[in-house]
């Protein structure tokens, strides 16, 4: 049965106009997300970051120096969210901003030693989590597809 048919057979049997806020999708990954981050907080904190800035962390690990606008866009923040947790970052030593040579509206995003050095005490955090899930491996793998593709089609429904 698609969550369509459920969500038509829940409202048919209940007589209702309006489905159950625990019936509703988006509250269940909103109250996931929103349980993910106080699992990271404990973990963080001891490495100074909150979990917005530990996704930036993330993506700066990955990509090396990248541009202020390919963090929000993989990251899907504007810079009214991003210039204060990057500005955070470069306070605390994690990270340098400066602008391209050949192009100087362009602000690009490098790491500095403490940054990388913060990498080797955040590896084992994406483990702690995993087990904090109880998902065996296959399970949060299968997960994480289905939210990626929820995800695309909602995005993809935006442009439609």
């Known amino acids: ?57 993330m993506v700066l690990w990955e990509h090396g120096t990248i541009s202020v606008k390919a963090i929000g866009q993989r990251l899907g923040l504007d810079s009214g969210t991003l210039s204060p947790l990057l500005k955070r970052l470069e306070t605390a030593g994690y990270i340098n901003r400066r ?36 998902c065996s491996q296959e399970d949060g793998k299968a997960l994480l597809d289905k939210l990626n593709g929820l995800r695309a089609e909602l995005l993809s429904t935006d442009k439609a």
Do not use: W
């Open 1 to 57: 049965m698609t969550y369509i048919e459920h969500m038509k057979t829940t409202l048919s049997e209940k007589n209702e106009l309006m489905p159950q806020l625990d019936d509703q999708l988006c509250f269940a990954v909103y109250a996931a997300a929103h349980a993910f981050q106080h699992a990271y907080k404990p973990l963080l904190s001891h490495l100074g970051l909150t979990y917005p800035q530990y996704l930036v962390m």
């Open 99 to 134: 602008r391209a040579t050949e192009d100087e509206r362009r602000v690009e995003v490098t790491l500095t030693r403490k940054g990388e050095a913060v990498r080797e005490d955040a590896r084992d955090i994406a483990r702690s989590i995993a087990v904090k899930t109880g």
